[in-house]
């Protein structure tokens, strides 16, 4: 049981160059979330999707955009790099929005020079 | 604005002693989640709770919805706890939105 998977988990991208975060579930979560975690902030919340077809933008949403593809799968679109972009991204899904367990994939380490 | 602090931020023990991390949160949360984040980056979820409390192994989490408070309890801590403890609330109304706190990077001394 892969749970939530995240790919790459490391990157290093030259400013301005373009790229996606893919994120996958095989647990039938409703709902999928992209956050971000830079040192001494909490995890912050770029979009999310409560359910399959609807996206949402959370409260860092600037230089980014998300696909729902299907049920299983939410990307996340960096398309002009910027070095203000460098952070650890996190995907999590959870049956529900808030009051269900969430579950989180590995992390990807992104770093933009 | 929905709002969670947690205390303390950087919290030493020496294996065997009893933990306990504070998260306060504002007017408008109805359910608060725990986790936890190793060293190698990874997040898992250890509980989430709306009232009461909840247990898990050495694993005690408690909940004050007239306080605004919760805390978690390791008992018998062991250097396999090192690791940062983030406390998270989430709005009623099916709000999809969960805010953090910044976290409590617990180390534990052999």
């Known amino acids: 049981n892969a749970g939530v998977t995240q790919t790459p988990k490391f990157q290093v991208l030259k400013t301005g160059q373009s790229m996606t975060l893919q994120c996958a579930q095989d647990?039938?979560?409703?709902?999928m979330y992209w956050y971000r975690q830079d040192p001494g902030m909490g995890l912050r919340l770029i979009y999310y999707?409560?359910?399959?077809?609807?996206?949402d933008k959370g409260e860092v949403p600037n230089g980014y955009n998300v696909s729902r593809l299907n049920k299983r799968e939410f990307s996340l679109r960096l398309e002009s790099a910027a070095p203000s972009q460098t952070s650890v991204y996190f995907c999590?899904?959870?049956?529900?929005?808030?009051?269900?367990?969430?579950?989180f994939g590995q992390g990807t380490r992104l770093t933009v020079v | 604005k929905n709002e969670v602090e947690q205390s303390p931020q950087n919290l030493t023990a020496q294996e065997g002693e009893f933990i306990t991390i504070n998260c306060s949160y504002s007017?408008?949360?109805?359910?608060l989640h725990w986790l936890q984040q190793h060293p190698g980056g990874g997040i898992v979820s250890l509980f989430m709770?709306?009232?009461g409390k909840k247990k898990h192994g050495r694993l005690i989490a408690t909940i004050n919805i007239q306080e605004k408070h919760s805390s978690l309890h390791i008992t018998a801590s062991h250097p396999r706890d090192s690791a940062v403890y983030i406390c998270?609330?989430?709005?009623?109304?099916?709000?999809?939105?969960?805010?953090f706190g910044k976290g409590t990077k617990l180390t534990v001394n052999p």
């Open positions: 709770l709306s009232s």
């Open positions: 998270a609330g989430a709005s009623g109304g099916g709000s999809e939105k969960l805010v």
């Open positions: 007017v408008g949360i109805s359910a």
């Open positions: 647990m039938n979560h409703n709902s």
């Open positions: 999590a899904s959870s049956v529900r929005a808030g009051h269900t367990e969430a579950f």
């Open positions: 999707s409560a359910s399959e077809g609807t996206t």
